[in-house]
């Protein structure tokens, strides 16, 4: 998988759930049932069900209180996750980490 320069974080995110797909086995549909979402991520069923309960939109952030949770709705009994809410939650994440990581030369300030 090659990233060009000029791509923003949320085309790298799609291109990366693509990949991700491609190695689950699992075809690119508008949503996923709670299985897929978990060969997907390489999650267990608890942790998805974690991120899903851990869903609050932030109206004045304009993102999820908790970044690592995931949006979903309710479909015929059977818990569901757009393709596009992985692909945010993929572009939330990535974003995330480099923002509120540790900077590795912070032990040299000190």
Do not use: C, W
């Not at 291109?15 to 949503?31: D, Q």
């Not at 939109?57 to 818990?79: C, I, K, N, Q, W």
């Amino acid at each position: 998988m090659r990233f060009d320069k000029g791509e923003n974080m949320k085309d790298i995110a799609e291109k990366k759930l693509m990949g991700m797909l491609e190695v689950a086995g699992i075809p690119r549909k508008a949503s996923y049932h709670p299985g897929e979402v978990q060969a997907i991520l390489g999650i267990s069923e608890r942790t998805f069900r974690r991120m899903v309960s851990a869903y609050e939109f932030d109206e004045d952030a304009g993102m999820p209180v908790v970044p690592h949770s995931l949006d979903s709705y309710t479909l015929a009994r059977s818990r569901r996750v757009r393709y596009e809410e992985l692909v945010e939650f993929l572009t939330r994440n990535n974003t995330y980490e480099r923002v509120n990581s540790v900077d590795p030369r912070q032990l040299r300030m000190f």
